[in-house]
């Protein structure tokens, strides 16, 4: 099954949040197929740059999320998408696009801290885990 990750679960992995290590680490042991819009490092990097993170450590582990994961890349079909997913559940347009993404690749399980994405999980047939 292909899983989806969220920006929000590689701040709170960074940050060393339990419950996001312990799902990480069965991920990976499991060799799962894990998912992230290639925006979800512009966003991991904008918002820990601004908390002051040493911008080298932040590269250290962001190499080790392009290696366990598949980045994705926005295309045209993704934009058309982001702006539906905008306009009906009322995302910010970056979520959008990251939702986008994970969506269209056929990801049937996404894992954020954004409980703004819940709704669309009704509408969308995929599983959304808010974590905190």
């Not at 925006?39 to 450590?57: A, C, H, I, K, T």
């Not at 939702?99 to 994405?117: F, K, M, P, Q, Y």
Request: charged share 30%; net charge negative; glycine share 8%.
């Amino acid at each position: 099954m292909r899983i989806g990750l969220d920006t929000g679960f590689f701040i709170s992995l960074y940050q060393g949040n339990e419950e996001t290590a312990v799902l990480w680490q069965k991920f990976v042991d499991r060799d799962e197929e894990l998912l992230v819009c290639v925006l979800s490092g512009y966003e991991f990097f904008r918002v820990l740059m601004r908390r002051g993170e040493p911008m080298n450590e932040l590269e250290e582990f962001w190499e080790t999320i392009e290696a366990a994961c598949e980045v994705i890349p926005v295309d045209g079909r993704t934009v058309r998408e982001a702006a539906k997913l905008e306009n009906t559940y009322h995302l910010g347009g970056l979520d959008s696009l990251i939702l986008a993404v994970l969506l269209g690749n056929g990801c049937r399980e996404i894992l954020t801290t954004d409980s703004r994405w819940k709704p669309v999980s009704k509408k969308k047939r995929v599983k959304i885990k808010i974590l905190s």
